[in-house]
Every structure is written in structure tokens, then in C-alpha cells.
């Protein structure tokens, strides 16, 4: 199936949603737009009602989500209605087709009777719990797992901690599934800050050339041209390193998606923040949607532990090299 | 130094990769003085250099993508990525004849005679002509619309008047590229002409510069009354050099591909030789977050290599995108270059021999970056391009 489509077909159809859904504040509306479209279910497989396509098809919805500050679990959605395929098809099936809202608390396990960074869950009925021997656990809201608000950073897709009163009882997700789920998170974060941030450098450079000042168009100084090209370099770093993410198998699998998770965690808050400084003092506004797209692309690196995920990608640089050429060298260590 | 020149036909075992057969050839040929993390054994001659580079191309790891019948082995890019992955893996030298294969071979290719590519293209593999880039002047650097050495057309052949600046390699080289102009200096972008000039012509006179690395590489090349023969020019003047401004944009993109797993391979170096000791190990590790974004960095890298190698398999034009992986490799490694720099100079002075070696690489490593983004188009002509080109950004009202 998937020899026949082509995922910037996703992305055209992805982004006449977004549109659909921006005119929108209902979640259940929103749901019933991403579920019609098919966009819920991209990679689930067929028995639930999916598309059962590979990966490289969710990279460019989650991308459009990104630009278009959808506020919805988007990518939680697309991960469980494949995770939880093996485990329950009819749950699973509910989530593709949108007749249930679910999200994943990101941060803490079941067992701490409190976890947190769950996009969206005050809106959702179910939410994935991880747990402390690699499992989850997906659990209905209600009297045992309630959400509670907090600060959100996201304003569009707000998160919550989620607290436990009593055991948390819902389907279980082994822990290889678990794994894979978080390890398709990476891929997809990277796409929706790509997204992001890609739609901030539109705007930014949309806007410098828009804008006059002295008689000529912010643009055409080259301090600015040299800093929207800088931001442009930083988007077609994160486009190229994502198409790497998807191609690359083998040992080199795990460094090229921990490499673009962590360069789209760093360089998509400074293209949003770029973008706030040529617009000037009405980049600093409310009205102006940057500081949307900075908020959601900081929750995301929070979401995805970017700064953790730095410092074991740097052990893993001083601590391990297959490179053959300098195995004469003896270890001392 | 004994060479395996088996060709890749001959020597990949069947069901072998590229790479494999890539890896194992380097495993046989590069020799210890080759080696760029030898820094205390005695270096290779520039002659030892020329018979390993003749050897790459007979092992099958140059001229990889070039048409059979002018000494090339007739693969695709696909063949070269996987070689030059191995290559940059592998502390190898530098090319002596990059310019030949990277820059003179594809555009003899684009709009040399017959006579011409069978002449050139297979010298430059075998080794036999090194080739420098006649483009650069003291007053046309990125903006050859400056160029102001002159060619005349005479009853002996065309003549050549003027001057040439940071002309690598031309006191090692038998031909020069060499971009001259017909007519006025007013004319800017028109009425320019590629030449391929042997070096012993009369009239040719070079003079090395020495850069800051304390390499010799560097040249003024002066140009008095030299006659290059007709057949010595490369398409029709402006066609010549229009056709090559094209071809270069490819080249620019996909040229020294294995720069990522070189950049890579410093790193692995910089941490193996780190391990040898614990207290260079302590050093090392006061710098785990530059480190680890220079690995990431190499990643992204290579993202950008392999999204354009995709592109020009597919057919599709690389245009301006060939600034986005210049750019963002030269500063990433001047960034690498520095810490690494700062790593090595902390080392303890009774460092051992692993100490020493990757010490005199990094800050080998750190000078010759300097350059890298000042050559092949600066920084900010790199940052323009993009401006111009890919946002296209309005500059006036």
C-alpha cells in the first residue's frame, strides 16, 4: 500500500486540516476533523481501522500539527492507536477513529502515584502511564486517575499531572512496545518542532520583508538576511536529519534519531526566538502567534527530555566508538 | 608501501557491500606514514602520496561515478557515498588531486571535446596530472565578476596576461583550470574562458604562500605572454564557463562527500586517545556537552549529504541547497576544532604517545579549519546565497 502514496500527500491533506481545526476551540470537533481525514490512525494497522504505514507517513502530519499549533495529543494519539493495537484491538480502534480522546503522561511512573507532561489530559479519557519495569499501563480517567491543571507552558495544547489514588488498572502495554512507542515519539517531536519552527522562520521572513523601516524593507539589511538564513539552515538541518532518522536501520539507528531529536529540541526554540527578535517589540506580543510556537516546541523538549537525553547521548559519545582504525589505542580506564 | 590495485569488479567478493569492499582496502593500503593520527612517524612523501591516490582510483574508491571509457568505474553515487564513508572513517590523508577529480573532471565532462576527455580525465585518476583552480585573483575572490586576466586571441594560440591568488596546489600540479577574460573588465560575468594550461608552460611563474598551518600549499600563480593552444580551451567562451558555473553547483554539494565521517572520525580519535590516560580522560570529560553536540552535529551532517546524494540520484536539481551542508559543516568543525584545541592543550606534559599524536592532530585540525569558511565561498556569501536564493528575500523596496 504504502508504494503507492507519497507522504507529501499527507502533508498537503495534513495541513487543509489544520486549518479546519484552527476555526475551532471544541476538542471533540477537532478530533472528529483529525479522525475523518484518517490522520489518527496512520501508522495503526488495518485491523483497527489504520493505514498501516510506516513512520515516514506520520513525520509529515505531526510536521503540519507543529505549524499549524494544532492543540491536540496529535502525536500520542498516532503512537497508541499503534501501540495498542496487539493489546486491544477495539480500544485501539476507538482511539484511530476519534470516538476517544487519549494522550501519555511523559514524565514519571504509575508507581510515584503522581506523573506529569500529559498533553491535553483535563480533554482526554484515557492516558498511558509508564511504568517503573518498562510497561504501562492505559487508563481511563475517573475516580482512580484524575488530572489535575497545572501552569501550562503549551497554551494551545495545555498538559497536566495526572495523580493516582489507588492502583492504576487498564490495558498493559509490554515493555518492547513501550520502547518502540518512545522511540517513535523522538521521531515524531522532532517533525512537529520541525514544523514549528519552520512555519516561525515563514512568518519572521514573510514579515522583514513586509515591514519598512529608513525607507527600505527590513530584509534588505544583512544582518537580518544573514539571521533568516541562519534560521533556514537550521530548519533544513532538522528536515535532512529527520529524513536520515527514518532511512538509517542497523547500530547507527539509535544515534541518528537521539541526533535529530536533540538538534530540533535546541535549534527550533532559537528559530521561534529569532523570529521574535526580527519582529521587534510586536514580537514580544501576545497577539503575534511566535510565542505560541516557542511555548509548544519548549513543552516538547520538556515531553521528550531533551536535556537528559543530551547528557546520556554524551556518555554514550566518551564511553563507546566501533571505530576500528584507533582499536590499537589502549584503554586506561 | 606495496598498493592492492584490484579494481571493485575484481576485488568485491560477491554479496559484498560497497563499504566492505571500501573497509577492507583501506585496511590493506593505508600504510602507517599515510596516517593523519601518526603524527611522529615519518609523513608520506608527496610522491608516496600521488602512488596511494593512483592506488584509491585503481582500488576502486576514486573516480567511482566517471564513465568507464575515461577511466572511471561507472557506478553511481549510491557506490561513492558508501566509499567515501569508509574513507572519511579511516585516518586518510587529503586528496593531492582534488581539484582533478572534483572540480576539472565534472566539468570537462559538462563541456570538454571528445580529445579533451579522453586526454584529461583519465590522467587526473592515474595520478598523472595534478590539477590546481586558476579562479581567484587578489581583486576577485567570491566575485569573479572582477576577474581581470586577460586572454588575446594570436597567430600562436590564445595569450595569457595576469594574475592568480590562493591557487592551491600549483606548484605540484601539471595543468591549471585557469578562468580568463576576453574582453573588458566592465564586461564582468561575460566574455570569461576556461583553459586547462600545462603548468611548464613558458611564462608561468609560481610563487608558494605560506598559510598559517606552515603548509606550502598555497600559491600566486603570474601569468606573462603565456600561449595555451586552442584545443586547450574548454567550450566556447561564456559557454564554457556558464556550463560550469551549473555543474558546479552540483559539484559544491556532493564534492569531499566523506567530510561527515571524517569529522566523526576525529572524534572517535580525540576520545580513544583520551581513554589511554585517566587524567586526559578528566579533561575530556569537562567537555561531555560539546562533545556530544559535535556527534550530533556529525549526524545532521550527514542528513544533509545524504538528503542531496538522494536528490541528484532522483534526477532533481540541487541549486543553492548546496550552501546548506558547506555551511553548516564548517562551522560545526571550527567549533569542534576549537574545544578539541582547548582539550589537547590541557593535556599533562608527560603525556604518552596516544597523547601526543592526537595532540598534534587536533591543533593541526584547529589552524587548517580557519579556512574552511573562507574557501569554496565564504560564510557570509554562503548566508547570502541562501538569503537570495532559497527565502528570496526582496533587498530593496
Redesign the interface.
Known amino acids: 500500500m504504502a508504494d503507492d502514496l507519497d507522504p507529501q500527500d499527507f502533508e498537503n491533506t495534513a495541513k487543509a486540516v489544520m486549518e479546519a481545526c484552527a476555526a475551532t476551540d471544541a476538542v471533540s470537533e477537532r478530533t472528529a476533523l483529525l479522525a475523518e481525514a484518517g490522520l489518527l490512525a496512520v501508522t495503526a494497522p488495518e485491523s483497527v481501522n489504520g493505514l498501516d504505514l510506516p513512520l515516514e507517513f506520520a513525520v509529515p502530519i505531526c510536521r503540519a500539527s507543529g505549524a499549524g499549533l494544532l492543540g491536540y495529543p496529535i502525536i500520542e494519539t498516532i503512537l497508541l492507536s499503534k501501540a495498542l493495537a496487539a493489546a486491544d484491538t477495539g480500544i485501539a480502534g476507538r482511539i484511530a477513529s476519534g470516538e476517544v480522546v487519549a494522550t501519555i503522561a511523559w514524565r514519571g511512573v504509575a508507581e510515584d502515584g503522581v506523573v506529569g507532561a500529559a498533553p491535553m489530559a483535563m480533554d482526554a479519557d484515557l492516558v498511558l502511564l509508564f511504568r517503573a519495569d518498562g510497561s504501562a499501563v492505559l487508563a481511563p480517567v475517573g475516580n482512580a486517575v484524575k488530572p489535575e491543571p497545572v501552569e501550562a507552558f503549551d497554551v494551545d495544547a495545555p498538559d497536566a499531572l495526572v495523580r493516582l489514588f489507588g492502583p492504576a488498572d487498564g490495558i498493559v502495554v509490554d515493555a518492547a512496545t513501550v520502547q518502540e512507542l518512545k522511540q517513535e515519539a523522538i521521531v515524531l517531536r522532532a517533525a512537529y518542532v520541525q514544523g514549528s519552527a519552520a512555519q516561525c522562520l515563514s512568518i519572521a ?1 514573510d514579515y ?2 513586509e515591514r ?1 523601516q529608513f ?3 527590513l ?2 539589511n ?1 544582518v537580518l ?2 539571521r ?3 534560521d ?2 537550521a530548519v ?2 532538522m ?7 527514518l ?1 538509517t536501520t542497523g547500530a547507527e539507528a539509535a ?2 534519531r537521539d ?2 531529536w ?2 530540533a529540541a535546541k535549534s527550533g526554540p532559537a528559530v521561534a526566538e529569532s523570529a521574535i527578535q526580527v519582529f521587534g517589540g510586536m514580537g514580544f506580543t501576545w497577539e503575534v502567534p511566535l510565542h505560541r510556537h516557542l511555548r509548544q516546541m519548549r513543552a516538547q523538549a520538556a515531553y521528550g527530555a531533551a536535556a537528559d537525553g ?2 546520556s ?3 554514550r ?2 564511553t563507546t ?1 566501533d ?1 576500528g ?2 582499536g590499537e ?5 | 608501501m606495496t598498493l592492492t590495485a584490484t579494481g571493485p569488479d575484481a576485488a568485491r567478493t560477491p554479496g559484498d557491500s560497497y563499504a566492505a569492499h571500501a573497509r577492507r582496502w583501506l585496511q590493506e593500503n593505508l600504510t602507517d606514514n599515510l596516517r593523519t593520527d601518526r603524527a611522529f612517524d615519518t609523513p608520506a612523501t608527496l610522491r608516496e602520496r600521488i602512488r596511494f591516490e593512483a592506488a584509491l582510483h585503481a582500488g576502486g574508491l576514486a573516480g567511482i561515478t566517471w564513465p568507464k571509457e575515461y577511466g572511471g568505474h561507472g557506478l553511481t553515487l549510491r557506490e561513492h557515498l558508501e566509499a567515501n564513508r569508509e574513507i572519511g572513517l579511516a585516518p586518510a590523508p587529503n586528496a593531492v588531486n582534488s581539484i582533478g577529480k572534483e572540480l576539472v573532471g565534472p566539468i570537462v565532462m559538462a563541456v570538454g571535446d571528445e580529445r579533451q576527455k579522453s586526454g584529461f580525465l583519465p590522467a587526473i585518476l592515474k595520478m598523472e596530472d595534478i590539477w590546481c583552480q586558476g579562479f581567484s585573483e587578489p581583486g576577485a575572490g567570491s566575485d569573479l565578476a572582477g576577474l581581470r586576466t586577460r586572454a588575446e586571441r594570436t597567430a600562436d594560440g590564445w595569450k595569457i596576461n595576469g594574475q592568480k591568488i590562493w591557487t592551491s596546489g600549483a606548484s605540484k600540479s601539471q595543468r591549471c583550470l585557469l578562468l580568463a577574460r576576453i574582453g573588458k573588465p566592465e564586461d564582468r560575468h561575460k566574455g570569461l574562458v576556461l583553459f586547462a594550461v600545462r603548468m611548464d608552460s613558458p611564462g608561468i611563474d609560481v610563487r608558494e604562500i605560506r598559510s598559517i598551518d606552515g603548509d606550502r600549499s598555497f600559491c600566486e600563480v603570474f601569468f606573462d605572454d603565456v600561449i595555451v593552444d586552442e584545443e586547450d580551451m574548454l567550450g566556447a567562451p561564456d559557454e564554457g564557463w556558464n556550463t560550469a558555473t551549473r555543474v558546479l553547483s552540483i559539484e559544491r554539494a556532493s564534492n569531499r562527500m566523506y567530510r561527515a565521517w571524517r569529522f566523526q572520525s576525529e572524534i572517535d580519535h580525540l576520545v580513544a586517545a583520551c581513554r589511554s590516560d585517566r587524567r586526559a580522560f578528566a579533561i575530556l570529560r569537562k567537555y561531555d556537552a560539546e562533545l556530544a553536540a559535535a556527534r550530533i552535529a556529525v549526524e545532521m551532517l550527514k542528513g544533509h549529504v545524504e538528503t542531496l546524494v538522494d536528490h541528484m540520484l532522483a534526477g532533481k536539481s540541487i541549486g543553492p541547497r548546496g550552501s546548506f551542508p558547506k555551511l553548516f559543516w564548517s562551522e560545526a568543525h571550527q567549533r569542534f576544532a576549537r574545544i578539541a584545541f582547548e582539550i589537547v592543550s590541557r593535556f599533562p606534559p608527560d603525556a604518552g604517545q596516544a597523547l601526543r599524536d592526537v595532540k598534534a592532530r587536533m591543533e593541526d585540525i584547529y589552524l587548517s579549519s580557519r579556512a574552511e569558511t573562507i574557501y569554496a565561498g565564504t560564510t557570509e556569501i554562503q548566508l547570502d546565497i541562501i538569503a537570495k536564493r532559497i527565502l528570496n528575500l526582496r533587498n530593496a523596496a
Open positions: 521572513a522583514a520583508q519598512m525607507g527600505k524593507p530584509s534588505a544583512q538576511r544573514h533568516l538564513s541562519r533556514a539552515l533544513e538541518t528536515k535532512n536529519g529527520l529524513v536520515r532518522a532511512a544515534m541518528a541526533a535529530v536533540l538538534e543530551l547528557d547521548l554524551a556518555e559519545v566518551l566508538s571505530n582504525w584507533y589505542i589502549p584503554d586506561g580506564l
